[in-house]
Nanobody, 125 residues
Framework: VQLVESGGGSVQAGGSPRLSCAASGSTYCRYEMSWYRQAPGKEREFVSGFEPDGKTNYTDTVKGRFTISQDNSKNSGYLQMNNLIVEDTAMYFC?????????????????????WGQGTQVTVS
């Protein structure tokens, strides 16, 4: 399974890009995405994800500005970012550590793994 992010780039402060993360290479499993970011010289941090009951979770610095969503029909996750500030500048990564599989793969565990995308750079100026 590969996770491929897109949608990053250079954005002016106040801008509203949407990041996408598509899972490829899996016909029978749907992967739930979460988002992390890493700014220069800093450790990778959690940005947003889903709780096991489906509720969304955000780090405090993006609450009210970012929205996470999922489209299982496309095996994709999204991060809508609004009102960007310079401090949002970072490499953004999607991660999947929860899935639901059907058919011949239905016995695969829903958790216990981690797949990461290659990252997409978001630069706010």
């Amino acid at each position: 399974v590969q996770l491929v992010e897109s949608g990053g780039g250079s954005v002016q402060a106040g801008g509203s890009p949407r990041l996408s993360c598509a899972a490829s290479g899996s016909t029978y499993c749907r992967y739930e995405m979460s988002w992390y970011r890493q700014a220069p010289g800093k450790e990778r941090e959690f940005v947003s994800g889903f709780e096991p009951d489906g509720k969304t979770n955000y780090t405090d610095t993006v609450k009210g500005r970012f929205t996470i969503s999922q489209d299982n029909s496309k095996n994709s996750g999204y991060l809508q970012m609004n009102n960007l500030i310079v401090e949002d500048t970072a490499m953004y990564f999607c991660k999947s550590s929860r899935r639901r599989c059907v058919g011949p793969l239905r016995a695969l565990p829903t958790t216990g793994f981690s797949y990461w995308g290659q990252g997409t750079q978001v630069t706010v100026s």
